[in-house]
């Protein structure tokens, strides 16, 4: 399945993140054509502008405020797939209808979303790479 982020342009003009593929339960190309780095994924999974700690424990986060609405994050690297992390990235909703992490990267079809977001992904296709790098060393 072919998925594309999101219309040709957003309402403010701002270029859509290119089309990725869905391969079964997982996303097996990088979104951005190139490999993630693991140091820019660790500062974005622990950063606060994108509350991954709102609802996971993550292993090496320190003395952060970490929350427990979703699994902890520790060895999902040995758990998951790259492909099977870049999905859960990208748009968890396809992987469980149910969960409450958002789309960090679909931006076609979203609910509520403020007007400054419309069209637009949390994470750069870069990001999303930078991010799953690092959740595969969480062995």
Known sequence: MVVAG???????GAVPPPPYRVEGDAIRLSL???QGDVTRGREIVLARD???????????AGARAMGNLAPPLNGVGARLSEG???????DSLL???ETIMPSYYRTAGLNRVAAEWRGKPILTAQQVEDAVAYLLTLR
């Open 50 to 60: 994108y509350n991954c700690l709102l609802c996971h424990a993550v292993p090496d």
């Open 6 to 12: 999101c219309a040709a342009t957003a309402p403010d």
């Open 95 to 97: 992987v469980n209808r």
């Open 84 to 90: 099977q992390l870049r999905l859960r990235m990208v």
């Open 32 to 34: 951005s054509g190139a």
